[in-house]
């Protein structure tokens, strides 16, 4: 009686603090459906009205966690870090981290998701790569981890079945954008893979979930508690994401940059990022040395080829054609194409990462619906970012497209993306904030 | 787009005020299912925390009473005019109500519901008069009204479906206790009755949905300005609910008591809120004769037995044994008792509708799914009144079930629904205040 879902959704809508039992009801009621979706919609409204605590974001990570099977790790050796970004546009980082970070001796497995609307999905991207495969069992994706020293795979459906029905209604109810929600949604999936570390990319600008700094540093801030509130040590980043991040935008595109920044061709803000992310993941894992010294290793393990040769072993262990790493040509390529040029003179003040997501997405990189096949070959290719100064007429970026209407779809974005001023602007640095502990 | 369910959702979410056609988009959403039970759910709490301006209530409540089909009483000449009670315990206003004003003039048209919980419902009571029938075609309601200028039945499920679908999920998502919700609600529903006018009886005291006055005087001021809104003159009552209204609670019971009150021997409270709606009702219908008058028609109306003819007339008219107004032993009684006694001597200050409702419900005379069957007989004749000097040991209710177990679960909330005091109280008067118009 006292922890009837109406009770509960009362004590809420009343703006009470729920206890760790309740949320731990709630939580139990969507899992099990003996929560109506009726029920489920008016207490994500309350909550996103009436707010969360952290403690109540805390509880309802863990509780959402525990909701279904979790993926241990037990008999791989640490250290064991997980990389998680929350998404933008030509995000490739998590192929040039997995393979960097697992070349000097960290482990990283990695369950990733599709894309949906102007983000692409890490999954995505690697079935560009003829015949990789991204379903796992349980046992392969240790015994891939164990044996390349890295892993990416799609989420099991058992895992966190809590978060899969609150986030369809979410989507549904108008309570997406919620500090609480969003952080106990990602929280409770990368927690779910029990890893020893975690490494945060939050992305902030027109191609992020956010384009206000602050909100992105505040929800950075707050992922950073909850994974320290579960007991995983953890750093969060905060990170542009006013253009696109790289020069490739579109699925095999994007396998193709992060193989070319696998053999230190990689573009400066993409390294940038990757290299926080992996200098902290080395950290975590205590490695020896100081910040210099891990520079140097992941440096080098770049120069000599092992990140690569790391890339290609994993490629192999999932059935994929690792002869890509050698020839990019294998992976595919739309065959129709159209040029963006600078309509004038001058210099590159914006280059909107949405819009530039919307030209791919439209030219057939992305899906509106769940399930929905993606055009591996499609995308967008840069020829300058930002700051970049601009002859008239000179070729600013490339779309591809397998389709006459989607190409001349996507261009109407792409050509709407680019600004062209007379005035410089000032290239800044990508990596915005780092956040170790709560503070 | 514009009006998707989640643009609406967000709308209402951040505390906007709803357009005309936005609450129609939602109310044709719902009635029409194309808005989930999830989105319904998250609506109904953004609602309940952000509140409806009074023009989206009345836009709503227009909305919901076009939803589905309305009654009209073309053919039936003025003044018609309807009844509606918020609904309390021992509340049978209405089917003395109804006669009286017929016999003066007015039709009366009403549509009735079911109880539920420890109020009682004027279907069930007139269901305890042999071979009534309460559910009729819109062409015998109309029939019926024309003959005996009278009649009342079950709204038909094509009216207001709308509030149908509301009223379940309010049910559950802790959205009940709305005012916005609330009256639209009620008012929908009455106003799918096109009479041209409405007494309102808004019940205030523990036996009723609100023990606070100032919030039953705003629920009915609310009620009044929607009926304003929709071109229904309306006067509304807040009345007393602290102890039962007359002596009488249960079905066949309760309708013992209309039928003694139409023979001139009501107890004072009931006839004290009949005649000030009755009164009411006279002046809407613009029935010549000041206040004096009208109370004077009324009162002749019962003395020369034309009120109770009326209501014999419409029993016949609805099948029902019409021999119960001059035999009330006709109608049912059950058979096992339990008096409840004064445990001392003092003045009787406490007769709480609540508990006494309880009682009768737990007796068998209320239900506590819809669908259930109740006993007509069963229920609490009532001795005396709050304010009354009573005798140690004197009997101060009857209770009356068929079945010893639920005798004696309805005794254990009749017991507890009496105080007794040295103190003297004051009798109060039921009628509380009158609202004519929104003020």
Redesign the interface.
């Known amino acids: 009686m006292k922890t009837s879902?109406?009770?509960l959704?009362?004590r809420k809508?009343d703006g009470k603090t729920l206890t760790r039992k309740e949320i731990r009801d709630f939580t139990h009621g969507v899992t099990s459906m003996s929560w109506?979706?009726?029920?489920?919609?008016?207490?994500?409204?309350?909550i996103?009205?009436?707010g969360l605590t952290g403690n109540e974001m805390a509880d309802l990570t863990k509780a959402m966690m525990e909701s279904g099977e979790q993926l241990e790790l037990n008999g791989i050796p640490p250290c064991r870090i997980d990389k998680h970004s929350t998404g933008g546009v030509g995000d490739k980082v998590s192929l040039v981290f997995a393979p960097l970070a697992a070349a000097v001796g960290i482990r990283v497995p990695m369950l990733s998701g599709r894309g949906l609307g102007h983000t692409g999905g890490t999954l995505d991207k690697l079935e560009s790569i003829p015949g990789l495969d991204v379903s796992l069992s349980v046992d392969r994706f240790r015994r891939v981890l164990a044996e390349t020293g890295m892993v990416i795979a799609g989420a099991e459906a058992r895992m966190v079945p809590a978060d899969r029905r609150l986030y369809a209604?979410r989507?549904?109810?108008?309570?997406i954008d919620h500090l609480g929600l969003i952080v106990s949604s990602i929280m409770s999936k990368k927690l779910a893979v029990k890893a020893d570390g975690l490494v945060l990319d939050v992305k902030t600008g027109s191609g992020a979930f956010t384009g206000d700094q602050e909100n992105a540093r505040n929800l950075c801030r707050t992922m950073v508690m909850m994974a320290e509130a579960a007991g995983r040590p953890v750093t969060g980043f905060v990170t542009r994401m006013d253009q696109p991040l790289g020069m490739r935008i579109g699925n095999a595109l994007e396998v193709e940059e992060a193989l070319a920044a696998l053999r230190g061709e990689g573009p400066e803000d993409l390294m940038e990022v990757t290299f926080a992310l992996a200098e902290a993941a080395m950290e975590l894992a205590r490695i020896n040395g100081n910040q210099s010294d891990h520079k140097h290793a992941l440096r080098t393990a770049i120069d000599s080829g092992k990140a690569l040769e790391v890339f290609a072993r994993w490629i192999h262990a999932q059935n994929g054609d690792a002869r890509c790493c050698e020839d990019p040509s294998r992976l595919p390529r739309a065959s129709l194409t159209q040029d963006l040029r600078a309509s004038r003179a001058g210099f590159l003040t914006t280059l909107d990462a949405l819009k530039i997501g919307l030209a791919a997405h439209a030219a057939g990189a992305g899906r509106d619906r769940p399930g929905e096949p993606v055009d591996p070959g499609s995308g967008v290719v840069l020829y300058h970012k930002t700051g970049d100064r601009l002859q008239a007429g000179e070729p600013l970026a490339t779309l591809y497209s397998s389709n006459a209407g989607r190409l001349e779809a996507g261009f109407q974005h792409l050509a709407r993306a680019v600004q062209i001023s007379d005035v410089p602007v000032k290239k800044e640095p990508t990596v915005l904030f780092r956040i170790d502990r709560q503070s």
């Open positions: 879902p109406a009770f959704i009362a809508r109506t979706d009726a029920q489920v919609g008016a207490m994500l409204m309350a996103y009205l009436k209604l989507d549904v109810t108008a309570t």
